[in-house]
C-alpha cells in the first residue's frame, strides 16, 4: 500500500470538501442567522487538516493499487462524514452533540437522510442549506464511485454491465479515464438537478426550498427543510412530480450516461435492470394504491398521488414523507421498507441492494427450479441477451449474504442497546439501505436512540453506501498483513 | 409422470398411516377416556381411502422418475397432515374447528410444535399421546425422505456429502436401496427414542411423559403433554439430558449411520458441518449465559442450565420452553429466533435452512473477501478437503434465497392478516424454520391467529419442511406442462 499518497489523495478531498462550508458560511454572512462563526471554524478546520495532509505528502506520486482504492472509497465517506460534523456540532442553533452531529452528517453524506433534529422550520437557513448540500455532495460522490471506481475494484453491480460492454476492465490501477468520466457525470447531475429546481419553484415552492429539495430528491436522499417533508408544501402536483424525479434518479447514471451520449432514451425500456426496478415500482404501487382504496377507503386520487409518492420514495430509499403515512396499518409501512432492500439501480444515488442484484437472484432461483426438473440439462443464466458469468453470480450471492448477516446483527444490537423490535428492525434497514426514516420510535426522527445506538447506526449507514465489501475488506485482518 | 402409480404409493402409505390412529385408539379404549369414537372412525376413513387408492391403482407398475418423486415426497406431508386431522376434528375434547384440527395435524407431522390447545394438561391421554407420535412418525418419515431420498432429486444439503462419497449418484429412478437405508436409519431411530425414554424415566418422569418426550425430542418436534412444556417438571436435570438428546438429534443421521456401522464416534468431530453446528450453539450458548448472570443477574448455576437448554431447544429447532423465557428482554428470543434459521445439520429431524448451507454461505462471503484483494487468483472453496462443486454451491444460494424470500412475503402476509410485527415476524419464522413457538401473542400457543393465518402457517411449515423447492417446483407450472 502506499499510505502516503492515499493521505495526499485524503488531503485533496478534504480541501474541497472545505469549500461546502465556504457556501453556507456565505448565506450565514447574508442573512445574519447567528451561525456564521461555527462555519468559519469548521472551514478553517478542514481546509487546514487537508493542507496540512497535503504538505506532508507533497511530491510522493505512485501509481495506485486495489488496495489503496478501498482505502480511499473508506476513507472519502468516514473522514469526510467526520469533518463534516463540524458545523452541527458547534452551531448553537440545532445544539448537537458529537455523536449527534457526527450521526446528522454521515447521514447526509450517505444520502440516507435520517435526522436527530426536531423543529427544522425553526433552524437557521444557512443550517438547513448545509444538510441538502451534504446530500447532493453525497449523491454525485456515490455516482462517481459507483460508475468510474468501484467496478476497478471488483464491487458494485456495475460489474454486470461491463460482463455486457467489453473494454479495458482487467487493469487493476485507478486510470486517469476516470476523470473524463467524472466530468460528464457531474455534467448530468448539475442540469437534473437545475430542471428539478426549476419544476419545484413553478409548482409552487419558495426558491430556497425548490434548490434545497432539488438537492435532497436527485441525491435519493430524503432531508427536508421542514418537519412535515414534502407533507408541508401540501400539494399533489409537488407529491408527483417529486416522485417523477425520484424514479429518474433512481435509475442506473451509465444509462443515463448512454442516453445522453447517443441520444437514444429508448435505452432506458431495453435496460433489464430498468425494467425490473421500473416493473416492481409499479406492481407494488399498483398494489399499495388498491389496498389505501378498498381496505382504508381513501378517495381514488388521494389513494393515488399518495400512494404513487410513498411506493417511489420508500422503493427508491429516498424516505421523503407526506402526512398520513403512520395512520397506515403497519403492515403496509413494513411491506415498503422491505421493498427498500431492492432500491435503486447499480449506479444510481440510490440505496439498498440495488435492483440488478435482487433480479438476478430471482432469475436464478427460476433457474434453480428449471435444473431440479432437468437434472442433466445446461440452463444458462442470462440477462437480456448476454450469459452472467459465474464469477459474477457468485460475487453477488456472497454480498447479498453478507448484506443481510449484517442487517440481522446489526438489528439485534439495536434491540440489546433497547429499542422495541420493529423500531430496531426498521432503523437498521432504514440506515443499511440508506433509506433515512424508521418505524416505532424513530419514525419520525433519532433524537431518541442513544449514542451508541447512533454510532452503530452511523456503521450501518457507511456499509450499505460502500457495498458492505468495501467496509468489511478494509476491516479485514487480510487487509493490512501484507 | 405415473400419477397412477403416484397414487398407489400414496395409498399405500395411508394404510401404514392409518395405524397411527390404530395406537391411540387402543390406548383410548383401555384408559376410556371418551374419545375412542373419533379415533376409529379417522382409522376407518384413513384406511378406507388408502385401500381405495390402492385398488384403483393395483397391478400399475412404473419405474419412477424424478417427477414422481417430487409428487410423492409433497403428498407425503399434505395428504398424511390432512388425514391425520381428522382425530383432532372428531373429538370431542379439545373441540378443534378444520383449520385448527389440520394446523395441529401438519405442525406435529412436521415436527414444528405449534400448537392451537390451551389446557394440554386435561386433555384425554389418547389425544396426548397421538400428537406425540405423530411428531415421533414425521421425524423418522424427514430422516429417511432426506437422506435416502431427497439426494436423488438433487434437493437438499445432503448433496455436499454425495459429493464427497462417490457411489450411483447420477441414476434418476428411485432405487430398491432405498429400502435398505431406510431400514438401518429406522432402527437407530428407535433405538435413540428408547435411550431417550429411559434417560427421562429415570430422571424422574412418568412412563407415559418419558416415551411421550422422548417422541418429540428425538423428533426435535417440541410437542408436550403439559401446558408448561419441560418446565413442568422443574428439573436441571431433565433440562440438561434433553438438552443433550436434543443436541444428538440434530446432527446429521447419515453421520450417525457411518458412525454406527464403522464403529467411529470421533467422525463427529471431524466433520464439517457437525464441528460448525456444535460450534455456533457453544458460543451462543456461552453469549446468552453470560447474559443471564451479567445483565439479567441470574444465579451462575440458574444461568447455566436455563441458558443451555434454551439456546440448544431453539438453535435446533426443537421448541421446547421452560417457564422463565418470557421474562428475558425480547433481543433474547429473538437473537435465539434468528439462530434457528441455522437449525440442525442436513439429514436430522431439525429444521431451518441447515447448519451446512450456513457454512457454506459464511465460507463464500470469506472466499469473496480474500478474492477482491486478489483478484487474478484462483481461491478454491472447500469443505474440509474437498472442493465444493460449483453447481453445488449455486443450489444452496438458491436454496437460501428462496427460503428468505418466502419467509418476508408470508410475514409480510401474516401482518397484513393483523399480527404486530413481532407476532408475525417470529410466528413465520417459526412455522418455516419448523420451530414452533413464537413471541408475543403466539408466544404460548396459536390460538388466537385468524383461520386465514393458520392455513397460511400451515403452508409454510410444508414449505420449510419440504426444503422450499420440493413444493415449489410440484406449483410451478412448468412441472406439469410436460
Ligand atoms: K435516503
Ligand atoms: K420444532
Redesign the interface.
Known amino acids: 500500500m502506499h499510505l502516503i499518497v492515499v493521505a495526499r489523495i485524503i488531503g485533496i478531498l478534504l480541501m474541497i470538501f472545505s469549500l461546502t462550508m465556504a457556501l453556507p458560511a456565505t448565506l450565514s454572512f447574508i442573512f445574519v442567522d447567528g451561525v456564521l462563526n461555527a462555519f468559519l471554524t469548521a472551514f478553517a478546520v478542514t481546509l487546514g487538516c487537508g493542507v496540512l495532509l497535503w504538505l506532508v505528502s507533497r511530491g510522493k506520486q505512485a501509481d495506485l493499487g486495489?488496495?489503496d482504492g478501498?482505502l480511499v472509497v473508506s476513507l472519502f465517506w468516514t473522514v469526510l462524514g467526520l469533518f463534516g460534523a463540524l458545523p452541527f456540532y458547534l452551531a448553537e442553533h440545532p445544539g448537537l452533540s458529537v455523536s449527534e452531529a457526527v450521526f446528522e452528517s454521515i447521514s447526509g453524506l450517505t444520502t440516507t437522510g435520517a435526522t436527530v433534529i426536531t423543529g427544522l422550520d425553526d433552524l437557521p437557513i444557512s443550517i438547513l442549506f448545509y444538510r441538502q448540500f451534504l446530500q447532493w455532495l453525497g449523491g454525485i460522490g456515490i455516482i462517481v464511485i459507483a460508475v468510474a471506481i468501484l467496478p476497478i475494484?471488483?464491487?458494485g453491480g456495475m460489474q454486470l454491465y461491463r460482463a455486457e460492454t467489453p473494454g479495458p476492465v482487467k487493469d487493476?490501477k485507478l486510470t486517469p479515464r476516470i476523470t473524463g468520466t467524472a466530468k460528464v457525470l457531474f455534467l448530468m447531475y448539475v442540469s437534473l438537478t437545475a430542471v428539478c429546481t426549476l419544476a419545484y419553484w413553478l409548482a409552487g415552492m419558495s426558491f430556497f426550498d425548490a434548490i434545497c429539495h432539488a438537492f435532497s430528491t436527485i441525491a435519493i436522499g430524503g432531508f427536508s427543510t421542514h418537519d412535515a417533508s414534502m407533507g408541508y408544501f401540501d400539494s399533489p402536483l409537488i407529491l408527483l412530480l417529486c416522485s417523477a424525479f425520484m424514479l429518474f434518479a433512481g435509475l442506473s447514471f451509465s444509462i443515463h450516461f448512454q442516453v445522453w451520449r447517443n441520444r437514444t432514451p429508448g435505452q432506458y425500456f431495453r435496460d433489464s435492470e430498468s425494467k425490473f426496478y421500473l416493473g416492481v415500482i409499479l406492481i407494488s404501487a399498483i398494489i399499495i394504491c388498491a389496498y389505501l382504496m378498498i381496505a382504508e377507503h381513501h378517495q381514488p386520487w388521494e389513494a393515488l398521488y399518495h400512494g404513487i409518492f410513498h411506493t417511489v420514495s420508500i422503493t427508491t430509499t429516498a424516505g421523503f414523507g407526506a402526512d398520513d403515512f403512520s395512520s397506515w396499518?403497519?403492515?403496509l409501512p413494513?411491506?415498503l421498507i422491505?421493498l427498500s432492500f431492492i432500491g435503486g439501480c447499480a449506479g444510481s444515488t440510490g440505496g439498498g441492494m440495488k435492483a440488478v442484484r435482487v433480479m438476478l437472484?430471482g432469475k436464478?432461483?427460476l433457474?434453480?427450479?428449471?435444473?431440479?426438473?432437468h437434472?442433466n440439462a445446461v440452463i444458462p443464466l442470462k440477462v437480456g441477451q448476454h450469459r452472467v458469468e459465474?464469477k459474477v453470480?457468485?460475487?453477488v450471492?456472497?454480498?447479498?449474504?453478507?448484506y443481510?448477516?449484517s442487517f440481522?446483527f446489526i438489528t439485534?444490537i439495536m434491540?440489546?442497546l433497547g429499542l422495541?423490535?420493529?423500531s430496531a428492525?426498521s432503523a437498521t434497514a432504514a440506515a443499511i439501505n440508506n433509506l433515512g426514516p424508521g418505524l416505532g420510535e424513530v419514525a419520525a426522527n433519532y433524537h431518541s436512540v442513544s449514542a451508541a445506538g447512533k454510532w452503530v447506526l452511523c456503521y450501518a449507514m457507511l456499509l450499505g453506501r460502500l457495498e458492505i465489501?468495501t467496509l468489511?475488506?478494509v476491516m479485514?485482518p487480510?487487509?493490512w498483513r501484507h
Open positions: 486495489i488496495r478501498f475494484l471488483g464491487i487493476n396499518p403497519t403492515f413494513v411491506a422491505m437472484i436464478q432461483g433457474r434453480e427450479m428449471k435444473q431440479l426438473l437434472p459465474a453470480v457468485s460475487a450471492w456472497s454480498f447479498v449474504a453478507m443481510l448477516i440481522v439485534l434491540m440489546a422495541d423490535s420493529l428492525f465489501f468489511l475488506v479485514s487480510g487487509f
